[in-house]
């Protein structure tokens, strides 16, 4: 599975949210975001606990003043939806399996509809640059045919 960023590697400003303490303005000019995808290695058929493995989503911002609230979205992938689950693919063969946004594996990361959490994090002036890990889960107990099964997620920095 590969999380791809809109813009081949360009997050575009979709909403200008500009959360900041009282008094303090702040404001960015642009910011960039880099992926390591989610891969999760092989699948064994029926096993016992979920494959776990971790990604992570950089973002690097410019022209950053005061304290900036910016928010990342995951696109729902080839499955049109965050819950149940995801879905990874092989022609017509399905593995499903999830991205979160917390360790706990409980905040399913999108853009919070349809049972999801939206991700966030505080961009500053002396702090431009941000790391926030992607929590990957294949759910256990499936039986797919051998393959190799992948999802394409779009990732969207609204800042």
């Known amino acids: 599975m590969a999380l791809h960023p809109r813009g081949v590697g360009t997050a575009f400003a979709l909403l200008a949210v500009l959360a900041a303490p009282p008094g303090r303005a702040g404001s960015i000019t642009s910011c960039t975001v880099m992926v390591t995808g989610v891969a999760f290695g092989t699948y064994t058929p029926l096993q016992a606990s979920a494959l776990d493995i971790n990604g992570t989503i950089n973002i690097a911002c410019t022209g950053v003043t005061g304290n900036n609230a910016v928010t990342i979205d ?11 689950t995801r879905t990874l693919a092989n022609g017509t063969s399905t593995l499903s399996y999830n991205l979160y946004f917390d360790a706990g594996y409980s905040q399913v990361w999108g853009n919070g509809t349809g049972g999801s959490v939206e991700g966030s994090v505080s961009i500053k002036k002396n702090l431009p640059n941000a790391s926030l ?27």
Do not use: F, M
């Open 74 to 84: 995951l696109g729902t992938g080839g499955s049109n939806s965050y819950r149940p």
């Open 133 to 159: 890990p992607v929590y990957g889960a294949i759910a256990a107990g499936q039986d797919p045919v051998p393959g190799t099964y992948t999802d394409t997620i779009t990732v969207t920095v609204n800042y």
